[in-house]
Structures are given as structure tokens and as C-alpha cells.
């Protein structure tokens, strides 16, 4: 998931940069402060669906333009899961579902 609040990132500083704003102007624009914008450009702070919207607004682009993120970060994360589907495809049902729960426990105990 850091790969894709990074990715975010990007795409609204580069979007910013293209209209020649600040961040300090942007943070302006959409009421919020310059510093919580430098976190989101950077994937350090997490925005909600409401700020990425009220960004995308200020920036004149649609929110599904902070989504389309760089191709390699896809290809990676796709990579890695049909790794994992591919340990599991050919075996028994019993099989998926003792590796599911083991997983959710690791999931659970290692919190990313």
C-alpha cells in the first residue's frame, strides 16, 4: 500500500508543479495545512477520498487521475500475487483453506 500512497503522491505534485503552484498554494486552495500536503505528495500522510477529492478539484484534474499510478508498481503487486495463486491453484479445498488461515494470522500478528 506505500507503494500506492507514493504513487499518489506523485501524480499531485506533478499535477501541482504543472500549473506552477505551491504547496503552500494548494494547501491554501483546498483549506488544509501545506504540511499535511507535503506528507500526502510524499505517502507519509494518508488522505481520505473526500481530501484526494478536494485536491483533484484545486488541481483541475478528475479524482481518477491520482489513480492511474505508474504501470511498474502494478506489474510488481500483480507479480507477486499470481505468485501466490500459483503455490495454491492445484490443491485440495482443505489445503486454501489451512493457508488462508495461517495467513490471516501472520496478517494479523504483523500489522504492516
Known amino acids: 500500500m506505500e507503494?500506492?500512497?507514493?504513487a499518489i503522491g506523485k501524480r499531485i505534485r506533478d499535477a501541482?508543479?504543472?500549473l506552477g503552484l505551491t504547496i503552500e498554494q494548494l494547501a491554501t486552495s483546498v483549506e488544509m495545512d501545506w504540511s499535511f500536503i507535503g506528507g500526502i505528495e510524499r505517502?507519509?500522510?494518508?488522505?481520505?477520498?473526500?481530501?484526494?477529492?478536494?485536491?483533484?478539484d484545486a488541481l483541475n484534474v478528475p479524482l481518477t487521475y491520482l489513480f492511474e499510478i505508474d504501470k511498474p508498481v502494478i506489474?510488481?503487486?500483480?507479480?507477486?500475487?499470481?505468485?501466490?495463486?500459483?503455490?495454491v491453484k492445484n490443491?485440495?479445498?482443505t489445503d486454501i483453506e489451512l493457508i488462508s488461515n495461517i495467513a490471516e494470522k501472520?496478517?494479523?500478528r504483523y500489522k504492516s
Open 3 to 6: 507503494n500506492l500512497y507514493k
Open 75 to 87: 506489474k510488481e503487486q500483480n507479480a507477486k500475487i499470481n505468485r501466490l495463486l500459483n503455490l
Open 43 to 56: 505517502g507519509r500522510s494518508i488522505p481520505s477520498i473526500a481530501t484526494l477529492n478536494k485536491i483533484a
Open 106 to 108: 501472520i496478517f494479523k
Open 16 to 18: 501541482r508543479q504543472k
Open 91 to 93: 490443491r485440495k479445498s
